[in-house]
């Protein structure tokens, strides 16, 4: 069809794939260029999101004395954030490790292929570890930043129910994209590494343990690398170490810097 006819098209074959009537939700789209390139079809990101919650943030934020000039989906700022120049010639997964729950991202191209969480993540592990060793919350996360993901106060035995369950998802993830990345968007379908990011990516021994169990290099994400030159040692008034908890914020400032004027306002959902 015409490009001027997509709009249209889309927003019908959208109604098929999201779980609420088409006029209960504000949607965008974008046409992703692949790397290589395929013949008879036009590959498309459609972003969609419930219009309750949207106008619930726009109405903080007008009360606020704001105008947001875009909102935008998490996965889709925290790409932008964490892989150079938003570009990969192989797909990779990342992991955002959050207080309530983890989201996964698989990038490959110039595209989000796949989004899902699972709400295993800081708070969970803290329950966990709380749970298992009967200490408080307070205790627990004194001891989860101490002692990371090791053998000593019994801390791997009281996670490891869920840093298995973990492992078992991001496995399942792998073969998703093996079986499912969009062909012309990668020049191999495996995973080529895991980064990580949100408040949980600086649990240590976590990033070593998935690579052991996964055979694949997992990393603490650099959420400058798209806004500085080389890797700050820290930030005025943000030890580094804790600036990987912003990535998502850091991809929404890179948008506004894509946006012609100044003094912009996003929000990311």
């Not at 088409?22 to 498309?44: A, L, M, R």
């Not at 989201?103 to 191209?109: E, L, R, V």
């Not at 973990?166 to 399942?172: A, F, Y």
Request: net charge negative; proline share 5%.
């Amino acid at each position: 069809m015409k490009e001027k006819e997509l709009g249209e098209a889309i927003k019908w074959e959208t109604e098929n794939y999201i779980p609420l009537p088409i006029d209960e939700v504000y949607f965008d789209w974008q046409i992703v260029q692949p790397i290589k390139q395929t013949s008879g079809h036009c590959d498309v990101l459609v972003g969609a999101l419930n219009k309750k919650l949207v106008d619930s943030y726009l109405a903080v934020l007008k009360k606020a004395g704001l105008q947001p000039l875009v909102f935008e989906i998490e996965s889709i700022a925290t790409a932008r954030a964490l892989i150079k120049d938003t570009f990969s010639f192989n797909p990779l997964i990342i992991i955002d490790i959050g207080a309530k729950r983890s989201s996964f991202i698989i990038f490959s191209g110039r595209t989000i292929h796949f989004t899902s969480s699972l709400p295993i993540a800081n708070d969970y592990f803290v329950q966990e570890i709380s749970k298992h060793l009967k200490i408080s919350r307070e205790q627990a996360k004194e001891m989860k930043i101490q002692y990371g993901l090791s053998r000593e106060k019994g801390i791997y035995e009281a996670l490891q129910p869920a840093i298995n369950e973990l492992v078992g998802q991001i496995k399942k993830y792998i073969d998703f994209c093996r079986e499912h990345c969009l062909p012309g968007h990668y020049e191999n379908k495996e995973v080529s590494k895991i980064v990580l990011c949100g408040g949980g990516a600086n649990f240590a021994g976590l990033s070593d343990f998935l690579s052991q169990e996964l055979k694949i290099a997992v990393e603490i994400g650099n959420p400058w690398i798209n806004l500085l030159s080389k890797q700050p040692q820290d930030v005025p008034e943000l030890p580094y170490e804790l600036s990987i908890g912003y990535a998502t914020a850091l991809g929404l400032a890179l948008r506004g810097l894509e946006m012609p004027g100044n003094n912009l306002i996003g929000s990311s959902l």
